[in-house]
């Protein structure tokens, strides 16, 4: 969670009490001031805080959806960036999780494309001769999406359409550059 959105967080937070505290003083007047009273109205305003709390949650998580595009052979890479962008609150989409038996995967990888708010590409050998990878790549390209590039091996070749982004060297990776690129998409 960024500066911004810690400080909206706790703004909430605040706002949610003070109605708390307003609901106590405006209702005292109308209802009886019996202790049962006051606790029913503090939990009406508690519940409010934990709606507006929840909603700020969720709103943040859609804000923070990433699928990532790779070829399968390069999964052990994969799975330590889905696991370091959960550790950073990130809703990871990856079709090794989405797509059940039985399900279209063309459908199901296009719902998840346009789902996620970044989609990070994972350059490799693999992916150049993946038509797969091939396929989603020349989806998001015709979509307004924030792509990440993601160099993972020494023989690579930048797909067509994505020469003129700029992409992170992740070659001879390590758990503090991923970190670091994760840091970076905040």
């Known amino acids: 969670m960024n500066k911004k959105q810690y400080l909206a967080k706790n703004l909430i937070s605040i706002i949610s009490i003070v109605v708390a505290i307003a609901s106590l003083t405006i209702f005292s007047g109308i209802i009886s001031n019996s202790i049962v009273d006051i606790i029913l109205h503090f939990a009406i305003g508690l519940v409010f805080s934990l709606i507006l709390n929840f909603l700020f949650d969720f709103l943040l998580l859609k804000e923070k959806s990433v ?3 790779y070829n399968h052979k390069d999964s052990e890479i994969v799975k330590l960036i889905a696991t370091q962008l959960r550790q950073n609150k990130y809703e990871v989409l990856l079709d090794t999780e989405l797509i059940k038996t039985g399900e279209r995967i063309s459908d199901k990888i296009d719902s998840s494309i346009n789902k996620a708010k970044k989609i ?3 350059i490799s050998k693999n992916s150049a001769n993946s038509k797969w990878v091939d ?3 020349k989806k998001v390209l015709t979509m307004q ?3 990440l590039p993601i160099v993972v091996t020494e023989d690579f070749i930048i797909p067509d359409g994505m020469k ?3 992409y992170e060297d992740l070659r001879n990776y390590d758990s503090e550059k991923i970190n670091k690129f994760i840091v970076g998409l905040n």
């Open 120 to 122: 990070i590409i994972v």
């Open 145 to 147: 999406k924030s792509i």
């Open 164 to 166: 003129d982004i700029k």
């Open 67 to 69: 699928f990532i595009i």
């Open 135 to 137: 396929l989603e790549i």
